[in-house]
């Protein structure tokens, strides 16, 4: 890390700087230029809270030079992470780009049939489902709970589809693992640390969708949580933030597929669903991602949208998700990958 | 709510809008203008997904009229709502602004109690701390946990102040309620509702602080969840948004305190701390809080912020603290309040 | 138009609100609903200051319904405009995609030529080069001026590509009307209401960039300004939105793509190299803004990036051109469409 | 400057970055760390194209340590800088904090006067009012422009106001400046450099408004501008930037009032008018400015707010105007100012 001090520092307030740092077990490197001095600091600890040099008298910033995440990082992992999926032998991170596409919510056993089946037709490696739903208003429709977990097995036993649903707390995170393929965390429990840590203790894969206004950084470092737990399986979920924009749920911001693979060895897929909250928008936005190099998308599919219990507007039908399936396999082919 | 056709829509599927909305069990009043027809559906209910019928063809939009929390809102309540916090009978939300300080997790005894002393004699109604810290992260300092419970409660009967202290999970609800007088939700927890149900169902009055991305509504509705599940004492917390500033930690946006006022009966409070990231800037923003209209600031105060092991940029010493308390007050009294 | 009035508007408050509606020349439709009451405005005139409305005592808020450009919008003209670019031939809005590419400034002669060739023989349709540059800074690099011209108007000599070049005041739009192909207002100048007009009276095409911070209602607003004043071929440049991600320049939010071709019936192009700010992520996201149904790209290409004068960090190499040219091309075969 | 190597960088590429700075007339100053290096570069000049180096192979990242202004930075002027206004020898930076007011537009010459006479007699130092008006619609009122002007001078003359109103292009800069005290440079013009350069050659003070998405930085290097071009006058005015809050028109970010105050020796105002866009937030959020420590307020006063032709919503009536200014000058007392 560097400190910058203000350009009319005195040599002692400069020296308890140093002070300071060599007080935190680092090296002191001071560096006098034209304008200010500099004080380089050498064996930048990840755990030292820079701030608190901030507050010696005439610093003007602290600038942290190394990413506070470790074993999520390609520093310490070059080759990608592949990590297989479900029973039917598919993985995510490796040369074929995997779809896993489903209801937002499990509303009936029907429902949730008729459209895996339609999902794996169409090439879909796992199926999507909402068994427990984090609403935001307390009023909204709160999924069919255990009885949804059952209904996304049976998916399963019929299709081979691999199972990805969500986990909302700790206390159910072995109820919901006993059944999931892949567990999956919400983008409003991304920095929900308990849970983080309680999914890092499952020898299940995990997807982690990036909170709407979390920077890569601190979505690198809820991976690390879970990794530091124990999991190493983690996949990360791009979903769109929170901008001004308003024609739009989320923005969705899908250069960060190339900046993740630049600094992660982790798979990365995309959910446009969310990252534009409406369904005319998520095919464009499913070809785009596949260009951008995503290892896979996430996609919302009812066979009915204008009666979907939640998240209505951004569900396809199963006649668009097929279409899109077949523009989405040519567009993985021109770019070099398979679908 | 209000569907909006496109210009060209047919009769014949303003119809098929016209049914899906009696489906939805609302009346429609569909209104011919001059470039479009747009349909009012009255009985606007809370729990209807009004995405749904953004899937059906040529609609081009839904627009809400209702706000979607109840409970929270000044339809349902005109008086402010007044809570009593702690034991020497200061209230939040009333006449009298009220301040919380101290330090951002509890260290020591010592370094607690001696803030203690020191925001107590300045004015303080009651005192924070961190037992358990949500910390970005895993490498971090995560806190003192059941032993800064202690600390906490020691320093409660020292001084009389009341203890506001964080709790991170909803299994340890019942353990930090044993202890502290309010119970704060961090801001990275405000959309984790296992959490606010857990808290809900306390005795203790809760402090919300609104996630950096939330909007009012949602910083709304997550109050009303905690209502909803049987605690009407919550007290909002405006923190900091995030935003592309990079001068501050986040952007403190004090005008949602008339915004607030204007919509609920619940008390504001603002803390400046977060709400910019850096101690200098801490001291002016104080004033301008108690200017906007809140009934309180959350404002965290270490006796040597230079080694403090957390947010250490933020956190004012006493002798700023004591400083910035006495202009306060002649500013409370600029608007006609107390403090 | 919509007036929301708040739950206990008195008959007499109503009253005063639907006066005011007719004052303004609009037909009032009020609608007792359960919980308040609306007014319906028939006639909604896009000139109409609907805020002086909110005024009145006890409206809650204003809902307008009508979008306020006209002549960009897809109401007014169905199909799709296509625009002739340049000398040979090439259009942009139509089947084929077209990339514009060639350095940020014009730094001389021969840099400007050996790009030219570079990015002609790799398909390019037109060549981008500033002769005046904004800069952020009064101490950067201005740009060559009138003799940057000469020598875009020397390379289209040679390559018989299209010349596009940025336009920054009112007072220059003959002299570079007189070369260019193309004009291009840049991001900082899309509400720059007399340069707008300006360009509005040329019969040069106009390459429209949006605003950092713009919506895109504003940003149909500030081409609806270049239509009224005459000239009805304005293409419409995505080139990334200002948020809190700090590892891209600015965000690219591609959904804006289907989300344009839903409202507009211009031809719609993406700048990546803005769009990310660094080389790196600019391959990956022109194919991404193919796939998501771009008319055309708009690269930074520059012979050494490690020496260019301006906005080095996003250029990209010769080579890295023709690579992503390649693959594009493929992209472009994927979804139905030629480049 | 500080040039970030990768992890794995080969000495000849850390020799070719070293080269590179060198070339570009800087020192370097290698840093061999525990993870890796970096390279201090002294001599760190402001007009350098950072970027360039950042292409260079195996660069990770360029920090700069210099803020790239100069004129408008502490660093050159220790002192404050008070700036006189109008005819009545009320200043702007001083120990008085000053309040301009009045319409958004010129509507009428009645209009105007009354408000002018109002306002002078709360306590305003300064009259605002636009005599030609940027709109986002290319069919709202556009100003009175000539006619406005004359209007202005009138009320001054009554009155003994200062006048401050727009300017919107770099060719109206004489015939506003032969009548207005200040020039005012909306948010949409603050990178519009022709205009900045414009205002820069004339002898009256400019009140510089801060771009909607722009940073700090930003914002000083457009007074940087001004000033450069001659012109030492400037008072930096806040008015809300753009973020994803809907409640209002834009976020106030009061933080940015002590922030500037550390950085820069130029005034600063805010404007609470289009920093929140409804007229009910203003009263406060002027007071929330004092109480930051603002020389200055900008506020829209109409007569009659429902029947405004611009920013209706956001005017407040001569009214409230009265009441804030009681409350505001007992605040500035309150915080050791005057007003």
Request: glycine share 8%; proline share 6%.
């Amino acid at each position: 890390m560097i400190v910058v001090m203000k350009p009319n520092a005195t040599p002692e307030q400069i020296q308890h700087v140093i002070n300071l740092v060599r007080e935190y077990g680092l090296k002191d490197h001071p560096i006098v230029g034209t304008d200010r001095t500099v004080i380089a600091c050498i064996g930048d600890k990840r755990a030292v809270d820079k701030g608190a040099i901030e507050n010696a008298p005439m610093v003007e910033k602290i600038v942290p030079i190394l990413a506070p995440y470790k074993m999520a990082s390609r520093e310490v992992r070059q080759e990608r992470t592949e990590i297989a999926i479900g029973p039917a032998g598919a993985t995510l991170g490796g040369q074929k780009i995997g779809v896993i596409a489903g209801p937002c919510a499990v509303e009936s056993r029907e429902q949730l049939l008729q459209t895996a089946r339609a999902v794996a037709e169409a090439g879909a490696i796992a199926l999507r489902g909402g068994a427990w739903k984090p609403r935001t208003s307390p009023y909204d429709f709160q999924g069919l709970q255990a009885k949804g977990l059952e209904i996304l097995a049976e998916a399963r036993a019929e299709t081979h589809l691999a199972i990805v649903t969500e986990v909302l707390r700790s206390e159910t995170v072995q109820q919901v693992a006993a059944v999931a393929d892949v567990l999956q965390i919400g983008a409003r429990n991304m920095q929900h640390y308990p849970l983080l840590e309680a999914v890092g203790k499952v020898d299940k894969p995990v997807i982690l969708k990036r909170g709407p206004s979390s920077t890569m950084e601190e979505f690198l470092l809820a991976a690390e949580y879970i990794i530091n737990a124990g999991n190493p399986n983690v996949i990360l979920c791009e979903r769109g933030i929170r901008t001004f924009e308003d024609y739009v749920r989320n923005t969705l911001p899908l250069a960060i597929v190339p900046a993740l693979r630049e600094r992660t060895h982790l798979p990365v897929v995309v959910d446009p669903s969310h990252g534009t909250g409406h369904a005319h928008m998520v095919p464009p936005m499913c070809l785009a991602a596949v260009a951008a190099g995503a290892d896979g998308l996430l996609v919302e599919v009812h066979r009915d949208p204008e009666h979907a219990y939640t998240d209505a507007a951004q569900q396809i039908n199963h006649h668009a998700f097929c279409a899109m399936m077949k523009r989405a396999r040519k567009v993985a082919e021109a770019i070099g990958r398979d679908m």
